[in-house]
Nanobody, 123 residues
Framework: QVQLMESGGGSVQAGGSLRLSCVAS????????MAWFRQAPGKERDWVAA???????SYADSVKGRFTISRDNAKNTLYLQMNSLKPEDTAIYSC?????????????????WGQGTQVTVSA
């Protein structure tokens, strides 16, 4: 069974850091687009960052320069290093992946999604 499991969420003060992890099981995601999304209460789910099957990364403007996405193909794991966190970063963070899609041009339509991990940033 294909699954994605996020971890690493928590509560931090503004200016702090967290590192999220997303472990894939059931398939090898060493190829294919992988991405992070977030959803704040009462808001739509927003794309945060993505890394394609070639290793190229992209970021939403709101997190550029503060967040870093990376993948460890040997561990089948996706990461999101979040620095200089702000209260507006508070949300449930979810990862998504698709081993059949190398580029991330249609990142919102990736095949497999995790359940999410809560990140809360206090002022």
């Amino acid at each position: 069974q294909v699954q994605l499991m996020e971890s690493g969420g928590g509560s931090v003060q503004a200016g702090g850091s967290l590192r999220l992890s997303c472990v894939a099981s059931g398939y090898t995601y060493s190829r294919g687009c992988m991405a992070w999304f977030r959803q704040a209460p009462g808001k739509e789910r927003d794309w945060v960052a993505a890394v394609d099957g070639y290793g190229s990364t992209s970021y939403a403007d709101s997190v550029k320069g503060r967040f870093t996405i990376s993948r460890d193909n040997a561990k089948n794991t996706l990461y999101l290093q979040m620095n200089s966190l702000k209260p507006e970063d508070t949300a449930i963070y979810s990862c998504a992946a698709d081993r059949f899609v190398m580029d991330c041009s249609r990142v919102r339509y990736l095949a497999v999604w995790g359940q999410g991990t809560q990140v809360t940033v206090s002022a």
